[in-house]
């Protein structure tokens, strides 16, 4: 650990697949924060090795917002690439997590997947939270708004997880 935020995003979205679920760029977003969240909380380690920003809708990965936007509200249809630097040629990232960090990955896209956008966004907006607190400072609101990984640690360290409550 960290992992690319694509390998992640994959991982995502092949299980919600397994399942029948189609996922928005913006619930992507969202269960992707979650599952760092939780690592966080749970393996004491980051998943994504870079930071959340505060946007309008809660957190986001940027490059993994642009790797997905054309689907717009779209149900995504494909994986997130990369270029592979020997060959110059695009590719799926690939992603192979240890046991106890597919596990806990398995648990929380299975609760996160089941709730609408509009919930996941709400969630993330939680008052006090760390969306809510970078976003809502005396400040202009600039692009680039970084969440720390200290501030969900605060935060979420206090509240039990809700895909241990299944």
Not at 22 to 50: A, D
Not at 106 to 123: C, H, M, N, Q, W
Not at 125 to 145: K, L, S
């Amino acid at each position: 650990m960290p992992y690319d935020g694509r390998a992640v995003a994959n991982f995502v979205l092949d299980k919600c697949a397994e399942r029948g679920v189609e996922v928005s760029n913006l619930s992507l977003q969202k269960i992707v924060y979650f599952c760092h969240v939780w690592s966080l909380i749970e393996l004491k380690s980051p998943l994504v090795g870079q930071r959340f920003e505060a946007w309008e809708y809660g957190p986001v990965l940027p490059y993994l917002y642009r790797e997905f936007k054309s689907f717009d509200r779209s149900p995504i249809r494909g994986r997130a690439t990369r270029i592979d630097p020997l060959t110059g040629r695009s590719e799926v990232v690939q992603y192979n997590f240890d046991g106890a960090t597919a596990d806990m990955l398995t648990k929380i896209v299975a609760f996160y997947s089941r709730l609408r956008p509009g919930d996941l966004v709400e969630l993330t907006h939680a008052a006090g939270g760390p969306w809510y607190t970078v976003w809502n400072h005396p400040g202009a609101i600039n692009p680039g708004m970084k969440i720390e990984d200290e501030q969900i640690v605060s935060f979420y360290s206090k509240r039990v997880p809700p895909f241990m409550l299944q």
